[in-house]
């Protein structure tokens, strides 16, 4: 039975990762183990920056966004040489076992760990959405409600003269910000790389939208598809628009973690420790509905992701 945990965040911080290291540090105290926190993700493992973890510790994190035992990137972990080196590291403190918080490219260090002797269990960490093996991913909801706020208060100042927002959403390859903040805002167009909209076309559209004097025009632009400014300015130069460009940008990956947020989180971290205690590696914890459930990390990397089609058919429907 393991008797020492580790934990660690990696790649881009989430809102919700505070919450996956509550549940862990809970679980492990009822189940009478120690927990220890690898600072700066994989880095951590080879500065061997490792601190035991008071059962309290994460009391006051519940409600704070970002990652409170750091995060960072370190290209150099694919390599097998720095993978021995991060075990020597878990074997000096005794740690036996390791929950990864982080996004595909983590995932694939936590599987390497597991083959090389360390039993590693993947959480969903990135606010993009991009992860297939569970329906919502730790800092999806909050990055979501961020984004809906944020171009709530656009379409403010925006309705108020009349004019066109464009409004770049982060989200890295996956447009599920992009597509969910474009219904919930009723935005005129979602731009990303599933929907493949006619930038022509749209333009000539707008012209004609422009004769009937909207009260304003909203368009989404997923991150790393275009040139959301030159986007911008072509709209204002053709269709008449007065237009304004917002690129939300790391706004979007902060702040406190939603209630769902929460409650997914501490569950993931509670599980992941649960799985860890019956011998289980190698494995991410996702979410079906309220169930929790968990894939082989290779099977979950293979996954086809969701282009979520009914979501654009709803959004064509509506506008
Ligand atoms: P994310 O986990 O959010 O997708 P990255 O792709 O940047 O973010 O990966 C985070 C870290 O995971 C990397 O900096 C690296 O330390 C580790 N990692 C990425 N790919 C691999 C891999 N193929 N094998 C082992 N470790 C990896
Ligand atoms: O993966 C999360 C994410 O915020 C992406 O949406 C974005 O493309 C990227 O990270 C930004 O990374 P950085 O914080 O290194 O600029």
Do not use: W
Not at 101 to 119: C, H, P, Q, R
Not at 141 to 152: C, G, H, Y
Not at 254 to 270: K, L, Q, Y
Request: aromatic share 6%; proline share 2%.
């Amino acid at each position: 039975m393991v008797k020492k945990i580790g934990i660690l965040t990696s790649g881009g911080d989430a809102p919700g990762m505070n919450d996956a290291i509550f549940g862990a540090i809970r679980t492990c105290y009822k189940l009478d183990k120690e927990i220890y926190a690898i600072y700066g993700g994989y880095k951590g493992l080879i500065d061997d920056n490792i601190v035991k973890l008071d059962k309290n510790f994460a009391d006051t994190l519940i409600n704070r966004g970002g990652t409170a035992i750091k995060t960072a990137r370190l290209p150099e972990f694919k390599e097998d040489k720095v993978q021995y080196e991060a075990i020597e590291t878990l074997k000096k403190h005794g740690i036996e076992a390791l929950i990864v918080v982080g996004g595909d490219g983590s995932y694939m260090g936590a599987k390497k760990l597991t083959e090389k002797g360390i039993n590693c269990i993947g959480l969903p960490g990135t606010i993009d959405n991009d992860i297939s093996s569970t329906e919502t991913t730790i800092g999806f909801d909050t990055a979501l409600n961020t984004v809906v706020e944020a171009i709530d208060r656009i379409v403010d100042t925006s309705s108020s003269h009349n004019r066109c927002a464009v409004v770049e959403v982060m989200g890295n390859k996956c447009p599920d910000l992009t597509l969910f903040a474009g219904i919930a805002t009723g935005a005129n167009y979602i731009l990303t790389a599933d929907n493949n909209v006619n930038v022509d076309k749209m333009i000539e559209e707008l012209k004609e939208l422009k004769k009937t004097n909207p009260d304003h025009v909203l368009i989404l632009v997923a991150e790393k598809l275009l040139d959301t400014a030159a986007l911008a300015k072509r709209i204002m130069d053709e269709t008449g628009f007065d237009t304004r460009e917002t690129v939300l940008g790391h706004i979007q990956r902060g702040g406190t973690p939603t209630a769902m947020e929460r409650v997914n989180s501490i569950r993931m971290g509670a599980y992941a420790v649960e799985l860890l205690d019956k011998g289980i590696g190698g494995v991410c914890i996702g979410t079906k509905g309220y169930e929790l459930i968990y894939t082989d990390i290779y099977d979950a990397l293979n996954l086809e992701r969701d282009k979520h089609e009914d979501f654009y058919y709803t959004h064509d429907l509506i506008k």
